[in-house]
């Protein structure tokens, strides 16, 4: 496979995707960007999870409550269909990767970022653009090296390990939904973590419900296997339940402190100045 070097020198063009660098998955001839092949095997359970558990929740609980809750029914369903396709969007969506330096050489992008691709200093970016040079070293405080990517990084970017790119607002690799978290999908990702908690809620609800019509059965009609099988359910999901919900707590907490799970973990933040480009995480 020619490299990204080789890129700029052949007359013959390849197509990006098929060069890009790091550890990135792109599918559908680059359309789509996901994390790593290390992630696979802990990414597919929790499919498994999500997609196994509700199959059996639905095949054993909706048909008994279904004539007497069945609005707990429908809300479990749709609850169901936004965090599964939350869990794709925050998988296949292009969490905001920075590309590295052969990358904007090779597609001739290079020129309107001088400073990032180091080719121009601070003080002659300052001189060039009109900005005061104490302005320009504010900024450049935050701005930082990185030595793989060879590019400097904007502020509260960094680099993931796992999928080996710069990531704008990185928050954290997560293995679970393979993929990094970053400013494009962040939105998805919480949007998964809280639907997702309110899913498991409505499950314990509505285990809660079916138990107790199990309960006034007659001893004849109820079978010990059945109990069990209700009871192990609601325990796993139960466990599965506070997880996910300290989860989202902390992702709420971090929402309104404006804070990445990496400033929060770092005990940092991110101060805005007037003069350095602010970052949305959403
Ligand atoms: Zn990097
Ligand atoms: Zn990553």
Redesign the pocket.
Known sequence: MPSLNTFVTVTKYVRLHRLWPGKNRLCLFGKVMTGPMADLWVNISVYFLLIGLYTAFYVQVVPELWSSRPVACLVSVMLFLVTFFSLLLTQFVEPGI?P?KAVFLSTMQHVPFPFNLGDLSLEEFSRETGEGAAEWENMRQQFVF?S??L?Y?PPRAS?CRDCD??VQVFDHHCPFVGNCIGQRNYKYFLSFVVTLTALLVQVVYCFSVFTATLNQKDETERSESESAWTYGMMLVISVIGVIVTALCGFHLCLLLTGKTTRERLKNTSYQHSLDTPRVDRC
Do not use: A, Q
């Open positions: 920075i590295r990185c793989t990517c590019i990084r680099h790119n710069c």
